[in-house]
């Protein structure tokens, strides 16, 4: 089953479509008319101006096997094309949204901001030896970006114009695999197995002093993390794909008590739809749990738990990041 997701034009909209209630989103002109589709290019897609859209970073490279652009979806879920042209834009990895703009993780060793019509407006310029992953704003309004060569985390200012700050030694864990901020402040870290097969499956949390918190540990033999993110609710989520690496490899998405770190249930997709490879987590503007994997966007009702459906299905997408945008 492929979701539609569509936002109707008034400040009245409803939410409600057959399956229940979730919320849906189009792509809509500055002017209220909808896109063209199957346009696939910035002065179609990005120049007009976007109300709402989902964006889903496509890598590239040894180990990414995608796109390496940052792709824009219709309400019906078909490819309309990248959302920004910009030639910085390589092997996209990261993503994050402050002060109504896009922050893009770059393989090329930058950090971009975008506007709403894929404009960089902002930039860190080339940072040797960056080597980007997943992107995270912090208590303190800084951007966090997890580096994937160094095994480090480094903060940026949102202006992006002065230096980033390597807020741990390097390397913290042998291969960071996405982190996030707890509402008290407290990082939690996911710590799995890099492309070389290197590395370790857990998940890590410090306090707003960076010390590890001792009391919070996950005790779980089924997980091998890619992603995490923090639920409405305050708990780690976090997906998986374990054994990492394998033809048969079981991907789920896992949910650990935000105290203790114990681990409260397991959100799987129907076999079906080629659930595999899964990389980045997302809440959506709707509450529900959105995650991208090698070929699919899938959604989960949070609240219950339930398997929602496809919302993307695009072979060889290899999905890092998604995040709704406009």
């Not at 695999?177 to 509402?183: D, K, V």
């Not at 595999?276 to 987590?281: D, E, H, N, Q, T």
């Not at 219950?304 to 299905?313: A, F, Q, R």
Request: include cysteine; glycine fraction near 14%.
């Amino acid at each position: 089953m492929r979701l539609d997701w569509r936002r109707p034009v008034g400040p009245t909209a409803s939410f409600l479509i057959g399956i229940g209630f979730i919320a849906t989103y189009t792509l809509v002109c500055a002017d209220g008319a909808k896109y063209q589709e199957g346009c696939a290019n910035e002065q179609c897609i990005a120049a007009a101006g976007v109300v709402m859209a989902l964006l889903v970073t496509s890598a590239s490279g040894a180990n990414g096997a995608g796109r390496g652009k940052l792709l824009a979806f219709s309400d019906n879920g078909e490819l309309l094309g990248s959302f920004s042209e910009d030639a910085r834009i390589v092997d996209p990895r990261g993503l994050g949204v402050d002060d109504d703009l896009l922050f893009l993780n770059s393989g090329s060793n930058r950090i971009l901001a975008l506007d709403d019509r894929g404009r960089v407006v902002r930039e860190t310029g080339a940072l040797q030896g960056l080597d980007p992953g997943g992107g995270n704003f912090g208590p303190d309004g800084r951007y966090y970006v997890g580096l994937r060569a160094a095994r480090t985390i480094m903060a940026f200012p949102p202006a992006l114009g002065g230096a980033g700050e390597a807020i741990f030694p390097s390397p913290v864990v042998p291969f960071p695999r996405g982190f996030a901020f707890g509402s008290d402040g407290t990082l939690f870290l996911a710590s799995g197995i890099g492309p070389s097969g290197d590395g370790d499956d857990t998940i890590l949390a410090f306090d707003p002093e960076l010390a590890i918190k001792s009391t919070w540990k996950v005790e779980d033999s089924a997980l091998s993390p890619l992603d995490l993110a923090i639920a409405p609710n305050g708990n780690v989520i976090v997906s998986s794909e374990h054994p990492f690496g394998d033809p048969d490899a079981v991907a789920t998405v896992r949910e650990y008590d935000r105290a203790d770190g114990k681990l409260v249930r397991v959100f799987a997709a129907d076999r079906r739809v080629g659930f595999r490879k899964p990389r980045g987590l997302r809440f959506g503007p709707d509450g529900k749990l959105y995650c991208v994997a090698r070929d699919v966007v899938v959604a989960f009702d949070f609240a219950s738990g339930k398997y929602l459906g496809t919302v993307v299905e695009l072979p060889g997408i290899n999905g890092q990041a998604l995040i709704f945008f406009g």
